[in-house]
């Protein structure tokens, strides 16, 4: 909604708008509620001080829009991170419930989200987690750190053929895509609420955007720490000492690329995101030694490691893409 106001002048000297009364009805305020007032570059916004009830957004899903279960998890995956809090999936036929399955399955990749209500031909989803209780940078943090875990355990695992610490690094690497989901879902809100971003610190709403992106690089680097470890569960002799050294080290100094690159995004440090951006030189020649040396490998053993340590430098690379977001975001 959008409406054109004059601003008046009282008779103190102070400036006065008015507010359409419809907008105050459809938020529930009356005369005496407190309101918040905030300039953002060029622009000034009002919200009510005290939220009364967060708003509900909704979607209805037709079944019969999509062809298998992969094209109805994407879209209900899409609709949960944009930040809808209640889905209706209907079907139009009573007959044929194999839609049920494919939406529970759904289910396992969400954060928060249950089905509330079922009939024959719907379901009802509702999200239940409340945006405002979570902190999103500390979010942010736990979930780098955990990406980082899965790294560091699955290369650890792979000098010793650890398989059974590769297999719960994979697991966890998969967990990690449910917080990545929520993380953008946490984004998505913030993005409507000038409330919700204030108390994330967002100050613009460019800052967000910049977030948004990080939020994504990160996301990359999780994806590609959990591929690091289902790879490394694909690895069948025990590697030599020398293979195994430049290995723990192309991986601990990739960690420590991402950490510097989430610490400078945090803290509004140029001087850690230059130094990210130099040690991705010492990350490029360790892969080209280890690349040279794969030749060396049993023929069963080659492609994963080949994976592997392509994995790791895609990570580095998006390490220096976070630093690069820093920059912006320092900037911005």
């Known amino acids: 909604m959008k409406d054109v106001r004059k601003l008046q002048i009282t008779a103190n000297g102070t400036y006065i708008v ?28 009002i919200t009510p001080v005290l939220r009364k009830q967060q708003s509900i957004e909704s979607r209805s899903i037709s079944v019969e829009d999509f062809t298998d279960a992969r094209l109805l998890e994407m879209c209900i995956t899409s609709s949960y991170v944009v930040g809808n809090d209640i889905m209706e999936v209907k079907s139009g036929k009573e007959s044929g419930h194999e839609w049920k399955s494919w939406v529970r399955e759904s289910l396992d990749g969400l954060l928060g989200v249950e089905i509330s209500e079922e009939y024959s031909t719907r379901i009802m989803l509702q999200n239940l987690i409340d945006p405002y209780k979570f902190d999103l940078v500390g979010e942010l943090s736990k979930f780098m750190n955990n990406s980082m875990a899965v790294l560091l355990d699955s290369i650890h695992a792979s000098g010793d053929l650890r398989e059974d610490l590769a297999s719960d690094a994979f697991r966890r690497g998969k967990e990690l895509i449910k917080s990545y989901r929520f993380l953008m879902r946490l984004a998505s809100l913030a993005s409507r609420s000038i409330e919700l971003r204030e108390k994330y610190g967002f100050k613009t709403i460019q800052k967000l955007m910049i977030s948004v992106i990080a939020i994504r690089e990160m996301g990359r680097i999780s994806y590609y720490s959990m591929r690091t470890a289902q790879h490394v ?64 490998l049993p023929a069963q053993d080659r492609l994963p490691m080949t994976l592997i340590i392509r994995g790791i430098r895609a990570i580095a690379g998006y390490a220096v893409a976070l630093a690069d977001d820093s920059v912006l975001n320092i900037y911005a």
């Open 18 to 45: 008015t507010i359409p009364k419809a907008w105050v009805d459809s938020l529930g305020l009356t005369k005496g509620d407190p309101l918040s007032l905030s300039l953002q570059g060029n622009e000034i916004s």
């Open 233 to 296: 569960t694909e690895i069948g002799n025990v590697l030599s000492p020398e293979f195994t050294g430049l290995l723990e080290s192309m991986a601990s100094h990739t960690v420590e690329m991402s950490l510097k690159a989430f610490d400078s995004l945090k803290g509004n440090d140029i001087k850690k995101a230059s130094e990210v951006l130099e040690m991705m030189k010492k990350v490029r020649k360790i892969f080209a030694q280890i690349h040279e040396m794969e030749n060396d």
